[in-house]
Every structure is written in C-alpha cells, then in structure tokens.
C-alpha cells in the first residue's frame, strides 16, 4: 500500500506568486489525507481561460505540462472548462486525469433539479452542459467580472455575492461555481451564507473525485 | 467546526452479528477521516432487498430508522437501489441523504461509457438506469446469487469473478457493482486483479459522498 498519491495539478493561469500557485493544491492536501500535489501553470496566459480562444490556446500547454507530470498517480485539470481532459485520456491512458468542471457538475446534480452556474463566462462550460442539460436554469457571469483576475477585487466579491443573490431568487436549488477562480477566492462558504443555498465548490470537487481514486487503489 | 460528522447507516438486511451489521460503517471510517458511523439494521429481512416486492416491504421501516437517526448530520441507505432516497428528502428536507445506488452509478461515469453491473438482480437498480442510461451494456447476476446471503460462499465469490470475466470478455470498460453485498465480501479489489478493469465499490461510492458533505460544512 503507498503511503501518499501524488498529483500533478495543472493550473490554467500563468501564476509567478508560489502561494498562490499552490493555493488549490493547498486546499485538496487540507482536506484530503494521503493526497499530495504539485501545482504547475501555463505559460504566457496571465488572464488563463475565459473565452473559446484562449481554451484552445491552452489545450497544447496542458498536453506539455502532462507529458511532466507522467510519473505522478493521477493528473487535476483544475479548470471549470475541463480543457484538454478528454485529450489526456486519449493520449495519456495509463495516467487517471480528473478535470474541475465533470466532477462540480456530478456533484451538483446530487443538491437539486435547478442548478445556477456561477462563473466568469456567459456561456456554460462545456462539461457542465454535458453533465446537467435542461437541469441549468441560469449561467450567472457576475457584473464587471471577465476573468479570474477579477475576482480577487473587493468589489469582485461583492458582484459575485449580488449575483447568486438573484440566483436565489430565480429559485435555484444549488449552486455550481463555474471557474476555479472562485475556490481561490474562498467564496462557497460566503455564498451559502449569504443565499442559504448549496454552492458547489470546483477545486474540492475536483479532490474529491482524486481522493476516491486513491482510496479505490489503496 | 465540527470535528467529525456523524451518519446513521442504515443496512437494509436483518443482522444479528454486530461486526456484519458495522461492516460499511468500518469501511467508511477506515477511508474517510472524520466520518463516525451507527449502523442500524431493517427488522424481519433476513435475505434483505433483491426483488421490487423486498424494495417495497423496506420502505416503511427505512422511514422509520431515518426518524430514529433524525439527531445525526447525515444518513446512508446502505443499498444499491437506493431504496426510500427520494422519501427521505422529501420527508427528511433537513437532513442530507445519499444512496449506495445514485454514488456508484455518478461514479462509475467517470471510467467509461460501456459499463457493466454486477449485483444480485436481472434487473438494473433504479438509480443506474436513471444516471446511466444507455451506458450500460450489461446487468450480471452471478449464477447461483439469488440475495447478499450467497455472496458469502465460495462458491458464491467465484461466480462472480466468472460473471466479471465475462463482461470484460463482452467489452466492459468499467464494472459497477450493483449490491452493497459485494461490498461486504469485499470483492472489488479481487475483481480488478482478475479482470483488469475498474470495479467501482458501493460502500466506498456512498462513503465518497458523504465525505464531501462533511469537508463541504467543515
């Protein structure tokens, strides 16, 4: 039996600040026992992933930086738009890959029929789409928000609290945060004090669909 | 923050041995850290739930060990049809709940598209059907397993290592297993060794889920 499961957790914005790098990988090791990660991010891409374009701007770095982390037990895409996942598993078999946004959307679903997305894009990431279906009854991209960046403003917080605050009113049953940006910025817990309602955080969904390859193995 | 979460688990077969009747329960503390489990046991179904009639025999008396487990932060319905699930929640609107069933199934997603069920039924448990769908490409019903009790043979082991052969030989990309019985005989390691595929274990499925609803309010 191994002592700990190593993960290689990709990072889909260029990142120079350590801590902040490690932020998500920080989060699954708090909570996930036996599980240890090693963060890398993408080159050139300070904004990461908020539109189509630069989601297939991406998808090639994400290769690369998986063709570094082969020896490691599993591979987190931690992103909400699963970039390149469905392309690790082609490519890379015999490495067990999980991206951010199957494993929110599978475990949304469990917390309610009308499920509110909470991201930086007016549009579904696509995993969510797949996954949820006729089940998403708002994409809420919070005003003034167009990236990751933006978030991590006071006034970014806030956009975001007013917007699951309509979401609510909507009649979501949950909430699916669609960007990992908004497991850095802690917000989940904000959230569901705020409205009362399930919010679904990506980066500890994404641990936990790692947490249970590792106990499947151990 | 709470240091652990309490689960009233509910088996849904009559047990009188007190390590049988905590089996899932050890299982379950043993992989996920702060998790503390009661197990109680259905009255009077000693060859526990293999038939739509013993899924609806059940019902009343899951009802009834929900109410008696009303104190508790979570309760499991230790049972791959997930039986009462849907009763619970709308009976039970404070109290999370999580089927053996609905686990496996939202998990055995995650490794393939052509998934084969191995339980003790010809027929698909409810909640496979729903997640799954056309997904699934096989119901296997070992020869010779008519209810969880003849899972605990030898014999019965070695049906169904053959039964999973066969799936494997039928194309099977994943094997959900579809009995918390096979949970008990604690088979799914063996399986994997022997078929090379993975074996997606009920008890281990609806310990998953439960953890993300306590590291979720921690």
């Known amino acids: 039996m191994k002592k700990s499961f190593e993960i290689g957790l990709i990072r889909v914005v260029t990142l120079e600040d350590n801590q902040l790098l490690n932020l998500h990988g920080k989060i699954i090791e708090d909570n996930f026992p036996g599980l240890k ?35 490691k037990d599993m591979i987190i895409v931690s992103c909400a738009d699963d970039p390149g996942v469905e392309l690790i598993r082609k490519e890379f078999p015999n490495i067990p890959v999980v991206g951010a946004g199957e494993s929110t959307a599978a475990l949304a679903q469990k ?21 949820m279906q006729d089940k998403i009854i708002d994409i809420g991209k919070p005003e003034g928000i167009n990236c990751t960046l933006d978030l991590m403003t006071e006034e970014g917080r806030k956009s975001v609290i007013k917007k699951a605050k309509e979401q609510k009113a909507m009649g979501a049953q949950v909430i699916a945060l669609a960007c990992t940006g908004m497991s850095t910025i802690e917000i989940a817990k904000v959230l569901e004090e705020e409205v009362q309602l399930p919010v679904i955080d990506p980066v500890l ?7 249970f390859e590792y106990i499947r193995n151990k």
């Open 37 to 71: 990660v090693e963060s890398k991010c993408l080159p050139d891409q300070i904004t990461g992933i908020h539109s189509p374009e630069t989601k297939e701007i991406a998808i090639p770095k994400i290769l690369k930086l998986t063709q570094e982390f082969k020896n």
């Open 111 to 131: 917390y309610g029929t009308k499920i509110a997305l909470l991201g930086i894009t007016d549009y579904a990431p696509d995993p969510y789409i797949e996954v």
């Open 205 to 211: 969904s994404e641990g936990l669909f790692a947490y």
